[in-house]
Every structure is written in structure tokens, then in C-alpha cells.
């Protein structure tokens, strides 16, 4: 059974920084997309930042790039992302999902091209 669980979801004022975690369990497959997704209230969820667990492959959301940063590390199963310069838009629950799928090279951005998904950690900025 496939589990993801992410962490490090917090409330923090603009311009902060946090470091949110995503362990896998129950992968058979040893080299795939993990990817973090972001969702607000009454918006659609956006992909933010996918990473190839084989190496490179890495995507970023235009609205984050330069600020958040995805990596891996195979031994843990997890990935990482370290959001800096945190905004009040980047407001949101942050969900981590896997795939198998790679378009052209790199991770895809698409919610629907990831079939596992974790449960979700709430980033809040307050300006």
C-alpha cells in the first residue's frame, strides 16, 4: 500500500521561510516524479515544483521559481521542498503526489498525471 505523508506545514509571516517533507512508503517502483501541489480555498490545484527521482527532470511553477527549492533523497524516500521569501499568496494546502509519467524529459505539472497523493500540510503567510 502506497502512503505519503507529508510535513512541516506551519503559520508563518511573510518573507519567512519553511521546509516541508513528503515520506513514501509502498513504492515498488524505484525511480518516478514525486511532485508538490498547492491548493486554496475555492481555487484549483496547482502543481508548484516536481522532481525525478532518478535525477533531473525538475519543473517549477513560474510563481515560485527562484524562492523554492524541490529535492530528494532516495535513502529516505522523501522529498523536499524549501520554500523561502514566502508570500500571502502562497497560502495554501500543500500535497505531495508520485508518478510514473514523465512529459518530454521532465515531471509533468499536472494533477491528473500523479496518482498517489498524501493527505496535505496548511502553509499560511500572514503579511
Known amino acids: 500500500q502506497v502512503q505519503l505523508v507529508e510535513s512541516g506545514g506551519a503559520s508563518v509571516q511573510a518573507g519567512g521561510s519553511l521546509r516541508l517533507s513528503c515520506e513514501a512508503s509502498?513504492?515498488?517502483?524505484?525511480?518516478?516524479?514525486m511532485g508538490w501541489f498547492r491548493q486554496a480555498p475555492g481555487q484549483e490545484r496547482e502543481g508548484v515544483a516536481a522532481t525525478y527521482t532518478g535525477g533531473g527532470g525538475t519543473v517549477y511553477a513560474d510563481s515560485v521559481k527562484g524562492r523554492f527549492t524541490i529535492s530528494h533523497d532516495n535513502a529516505k524516500n522523501t522529498v523536499y521542498l524549501v520554500m523561502n521569501s514566502l508570500k500571502p499568496e502562497d497560502t495554501a494546502e500543500y500535497f505531495c503526489?508520485?508518478?510514473?509519467?514523465?512529459?518530454?524529459?521532465?515531471?509533468?505539472?499536472?494533477?491528473?498525471?500523479?496518482?498517489?497523493w498524501g493527505q496535505g500540510t496548511q502553509v499560511t503567510v500572514s503579511s
Open positions: 503526489a508520485t508518478a510514473l509519467i514523465l512529459r518530454g524529459g521532465y515531471c509533468s505539472s499536472d494533477p491528473a498525471d500523479f496518482r498517489y
Open positions: 509502498g513504492f515498488t517502483y524505484r525511480r518516478y516524479c
